[in-house]
């Protein structure tokens, strides 16, 4: 029993796949497809999320809340976001790669164009509202597929990410802390800003590492079915990058 609940349960490591990258800075070009499609789903699943109207993660309050303060697109705001907390790993003597940059702008690109593509649910009533709630829970899963892809690339942690575990190494506090402090923070200016907070945002708080777990896990066996082989080593949980 404990074998099945093993093979089901989501991964707390990432995998490192036939594709993986020795190299932050240098890829394949299959390599930095995937890690495109990935950063590209998740951007995808952050845009259903506001899309739905009940409210979304941390960062894209934020970035929502500037959208209500500034004349610019919530794509061009995520984008800001990222450089500016790109800015604040020169302290922490953080080192970027490949996917780190690539992460500021896809997921940013992604975000802004599915915004336009999809559709935004308005109206009341149980169907409405059901309706809504699967916005989200499927923007939830594909924000953890799309990280169980870019993660196993291995070219750099997301600009985000980068600073809470730069913060975690220069000061010893606890990761779970740093992120949680981070993460409250960014929530509260957001929605003081007039960013949208609500049962999404519990939502995403919930399910989002569980779906960035399965994610990997789905990547990983997807890996192992074409090579036959799949190894999961690494000393990052998979939150702290998705």
């Known amino acids: 029993m404990s074998r099945r609940w093993a093979a089901l349960a989501p991964s707390h490591t990432v995998p490192v796949t036939s594709w993986r990258s020795p190299s932050r800075w240098r890829t394949t070009p299959k390599t930095f497809a995937l890690l495109v499609a990935g950063l590209w789903l998740f951007g995808t699943g952050e845009a259903l999320l506001v ?29 800001t976001i990222s450089v500016i907390v790109l800015l604040l790993w020169i302290p922490l003597r953080e080192k970027p790669g490949l996917g780190t940059i690539m992460n500021a702008i896809v997921i940013a690109t992604a975000l802004q164009v599915m915004l336009l593509v999809l559709p935004s649910p308005d109206g009341t009533g149980i169907g409405m509202l059901i309706l809504r709630l699967a916005m989200v829970l499927a923007g939830i899963a594909l924000i ?89 080593v690494s000393d990052v949980h998979p939150e702290l990058e998705a």
Do not use: C, K
């Open 144 to 232: 953890g597929l799309g990280s169980g892809i870019y993660l196993t690339t291995g070219l750099g942690p997301g600009p985000r990410d980068g600073w809470m575990t730069g913060v975690h190494q220069r000061t010893g506090w606890p990761v779970s802390a740093v992120r949680l402090g981070i993460e409250a923070v960014v929530l509260v200016i957001g929605w003081i800003l007039g960013g949208t907070v609500g049962i999404g945002t519990v939502l995403f708080a919930l399910l989002v590492g569980p779906a960035v777990g399965y994610g990997l896990r789905l990547t990983a066996s997807a890996d192992r079915g074409r090579t036959g082989d799949s190894t999961a």
């Open 51 to 79: 899309s739905a109207g009940l409210g979304n993660g941390p960062w894209t309050v934020l970035a929502q809340g500037l959208t209500t303060r500034l004349p610019i697109s919530i794509g061009l705001a995520t984008f």
